[in-house]
Nanobody, 124 residues
Framework: QVQLVESGGGLVQAGGSLRLSCAASVRTFSNYAMGWFRQAPGKERELVVAITWRGLTTYYPDSVKGRFTISRDNDKSTVYLQMNSLKPEDTAVYYC?????????????????WGQGTQVTVSS
């Protein structure tokens, strides 16, 4: 069983930055692929970024490429999402997720473990 806890969300002006953190309560953290999803009001859940357990492969949709960066610290069992140049359309609840397996293609990934979510609001 994996427990995930997100933090770092909040209110920020357009063009600003936020850094989200996801702490995992599992000793074998390095064996899990990790990712961030988001869901805005009235919209379906959307994959933001994913990273394999070794961190050698990452996936970013076009909407966040060049602005968002995922990283992981396996010693701290924590994954991060650095978000720069934020836009109002980035406003959503952001969820951390984990699974031992990363699918191919990553855009079809549906992990089995989820955090509770953290709200990100970007004002115009």
């Amino acid at each position: 069983q994996v427990q995930l806890v997100e933090s770092g969300g909040g209110l920020v002006q357009a063009g600003g930055s936020l850094r989200l953190s996801c702490a995992a309560s599992v000793r074998t953290f390095s064996n899990y692929a990790m990712g961030w999803f988001r869901q805005a009001p009235g919209k379906e859940r959307e994959l933001v970024v994913a990273i394999t357990w070794r961190g050698l492969t990452t996936y970013y949709p076009d909407s966040v490429k060049g602005r968002f960066t995922i990283s992981r610290d396996n010693d701290k069992s924590t994954v991060y999402l650095q978000m720069n140049s934020l836009k109002p359309e980035d406003t959503a609840v952001y969820y951390c997720a984990a699974d031992p397996i990363m699918t191919t293609p990553p855009s079809m990934w549906s992990p089995r473990y989820w955090g509770q979510g953290t709200q990100v609001t970007v004002s115009s």
